[in-house]
């Protein structure tokens, strides 16, 4: 098995070339929902992570298209809808931060994705500004999570027990501030795959 490494020093635009897992019928499957806008390591340090551990990993989104992150030239392609992915078919739900979760809170059939996904008792982890879905889903109320510094307000009015630290975990959510938390939020979302 090859290691997969993102680089975080350049800015050529283009997407590294990920090395693809063997796939098995018991490999962990992982959905990494984002979208324009998205915050290049909140994505790729993740993703890289779970490649690296032999999860096999299918990017979301409301469309299927090449987006852009906000912060760098990365891009990243939505490989599926989040209407042509079974709910059943998937171990974890990570959503990365930055400015594509403002948008995709918009999104009914995002927002129901998330929700129906979030029910089901799996794993969500969600970093920055992603847990401004799981407000628009009706999902935060009472449960004990954080987020970027910004999404504090939003989340104490939707009924959050905000903690600045990192990672959170409530049940099966996990959240992060930001970017210097990955490392935390990527070991600990391996460990909830691993229950």
Do not use: W
Not at 137 to 144: D, H, K, P, S, V
Not at 160 to 181: Q, W
């Amino acid at each position: 098995m090859l290691a997969v490494f993102f680089s975080a020093c350049g800015n050529s635009g283009q997407q590294t070339e990920k090395t693809e897992p063997q796939k098995s019928d018991n490999m962990k499957k992982a959905a990494v929902l984002t979208g324009e806008g998205f915050q290049d390591a909140e994505a790729y340090m993740p993703m890289g992570y779970m490649t690296n551990h032999d999860v096999e990993i299918t990017v979301i989104g409301a469309e299927k298209k090449e987006v852009k992150s906000y912060n760098s030239d990365f891009t990243i392609k939505i490989e599926k809808t989040v209407d042509e992915v079974s709910v059943e078919d998937l171990d974890i739900l990570v959503m990365p931060g930055g400015k594509a979760p403002a948008t995709l809170r918009e999104n009914e059939a995002v927002v129901k994705f998330v929700k129906d996904f979030y029910e089901t008792g799996k794993p969500v982890a969600a970093i920055c500004h992603a847990p401004q879905i799981l407000i628009r889903a009706g999902l935060m109320e009472g449960i004990t999570a954080t987020s970027y510094k910004s999404v504090k307000e939003e989340m104490l009015e939707a009924g959050v027990n905000f903690k600045d630290e990192a990672p959170v975990i409530d049940g099966n959510l996990i959240t992060a501030r930001n970017p210097g938390d990955l490392a935390a939020f990527s070991e600990a979302i391996m460990d909830a795959l691993d229950k």
